[in-house]
């Protein structure tokens, strides 16, 4: 049970789906996104819990990197939003 910036930092092998539902803090999540983002291989996908309440951090980090074009939403269920990292 380690946060992501250390856990991704000792990373070798590229990452096809990636679950995030830690810390909600919008900090914590952005930091989750920044750690993990350079193993995603290209398309891969990253689902996010409790990512649809406008009071946790999920939701406006997902927004942010939507709109900064690093990743585009494919699916919303229930609380989480599924993402794929987008070919650069």
């Known amino acids: 049970n ?5 856990a991704a930092a000792g990373w070798e092998k590229p990452v096809g789906l990636l679950w995030i539902d830690g810390d909600h803090r919008y900090e914590s999540v952005k930091q989750d996104l920044e750690s993990w983002e350079p193993h995603l291989a290209p398309g891969a996908l990253v689902a996010l819990h ?3 309440d406008p ?11 939507v709109d900064a074009g690093r990743f585009e939403q494919l699916d919303l269920v229930r609380s989480i939003t599924l993402l794929r990292r987008r070919e650069r």
Not at 2 to 6: E, F, K, M, T
Not at 55 to 65: D, M, V
């Open 2 to 6: 380690l946060p992501s910036r250390v």
């Open 55 to 65: 009071n946790l951090g999920p939701l406006q980090a997902i927004q942010e990197s």
């Open 50 to 52: 409790d990512s649809t």
